[in-house]
């Protein structure tokens, strides 16, 4: 009696199709639809998305995802600030909102119904008799909102330049959600001193930078962290500062109460114990940000005082 030919081997996802090729992983047949190239060999579906699972992410050496090295975060916020700069030429009535204003030379652009509705201000009214505005007036939000918005659009460029520059490289070193965080916190900051330092009928001051001086203080914190050469960022932190000391209109207590707090923030983010370390950014991050809501209260129970 003779014996039946043996049968070729068929995929195990697709019966119908023979295939001499097995998964390096598990051996099961595998037809051509059914390959993922393997570091050697192929691999199934299967075998892929379970190596996929039990395979850690990678992290920066800080904690964040490799996803921050695409700056998309940095992207976003420029893009937000474009947007609201829009806005605000889009809203004004004195037809300064994008140059012609008083700030050097002119080349700023003047007060906008949007800058006067986020802008830092103390407690204050915009026309004389007016209704009171600002933070101490319950307008909270305008320790927030005054970070995305600009005088002009000379203003609005030198601050997405800076952003573009610094933010996507410690973007890529923190990770996405840490960057923000940063970011969020050192405006902020910046923001809080100028309510803290400022008049009550000081007009509103806006801008990224109290934002932005936070990211220049981080960036040497990280480098020297990293244990790399800081000979390249202490330049443009003393540039930025005699700019800050030496121009009229330029919120000095936002740029140093920005600079001090993006440098506080950064060293939470950076020299936080690896075993515990997302805890413990956080609890600092929380920490700080509690600090700066007591400071704010505290200025706003002296002024209504």
Known sequence: MSESP??????????????YVRCTRCDRPICPDCMREASVGHQCPECVDE???SVRPA??????GIAGRHGYVTKALIALNVLLMVLSIASDRG????????GFGGLLGGDTPLTLWGGVLGYASYVPLGPVHGVAAGEWYRLISAMFLHYGLLHLLLNSWALWVIGRELEAALGRWRFLALYLI???GGNVAVYLFSAPNQPPTVGASTAIFGLFAAMFVIMRRLGLDTSSIVPVLVVNLVFTFA???ISIAGHLGGLVIGALTAVVLAYAPRGRRTLVQAVGCAVIV???????????VYLLG
Request: aromatic share 8%.
């Open 6 to 19: 043996p049968t070729a081997p068929v995929c195990y996802r697709h019966p119908g199709r023979e295939t």
């Open 95 to 102: 037809g300064d909102a994008a140059a012609g204003g008083s």
């Open 290 to 300: 509690l600090v700066l809501l007591g400071v704010a209260v505290f200025r706003t």
């Open 186 to 188: 050192a405006g902020f």
């Open 51 to 53: 190596g996929r699972r």
């Open 59 to 64: 992290r920066t050496a800080f904690g964040g």
């Open 247 to 249: 121009v009229p209109r």
